[in-house]
């Protein structure tokens, strides 16, 4: 086995875990995908085509990562939560991910972000209302993420084929 094919494989499992990062908040998401284009292009021996897949999977990765962001960031803005609250609940998500396992990341930002809302607000009313959009905003982000995150992956899977037919 030579080193393009080593390097390859590294990369495909990289952009795999990458993939799955954008939904796992745990693991790196994007970043390590367009970082896995880059090591591809540089030393996956695809020439030309490790480029062209690099520049086509970084717009991708890059739309997927701004996307996230304006589309979370608008609705929180929209339902006045303030960051405080998310960083509440992404600390009680990854204490949640230790004490249950499977779902602890998610039942803990979920009950952090409720718990911040409520000490905010002091209407149990308002900060479920306001905790459920702070999730759906962040489920929106998350599925455009993974979406273009998937379309990243494939632009590499294609390129793979370019270069393995030339």
Do not use: D, Y
Request: net charge positive; glycine share 14%.
């Amino acid at each position: 086995m030579n080193s393009e094919t080593v390097v390859t494989i590294l990369c495909g499992l990289a952009i795999l875990v990458g993939v799955a990062g954008t939904v796992i908040p745990v693991l790196p998401g994007s970043f390590l995908i367009g970082l896995s284009l880059l090591a591809w292009a540089i030393w996956g021996g695809a020439g030309t085509a490790g480029w062209v897949v690099f520049a086509v999977g970084m717009v991708f990765v890059l739309a997927g990562m701004a996307a996230s962001a304006v589309l979370t960031g608008r609705k929180l803005r929209q339902h006045s939560i303030p960051s405080r609250s998310v960083v509440i609940g992404l600390v009680a998500g990854v204490a949640g991910m230790f004490l249950i396992p499977v779902v602890g990341l998610f039942v803990g930002f979920a009950a952090g972000l409720l718990l911040s809302e409520f000490l905010r607000t002091r209407n149990i009313g308002t900060a479920t209302s306001t905790s459920w959009a702070a999730l759906k905003a962040t489920g929106l982000g998350m599925l455009v993420e993974f979406g273009l995150a998937c379309l990243a992956a494939s632009t590499w899977v294609i390129g793979l084929w370019v270069a393995a037919a030339t």
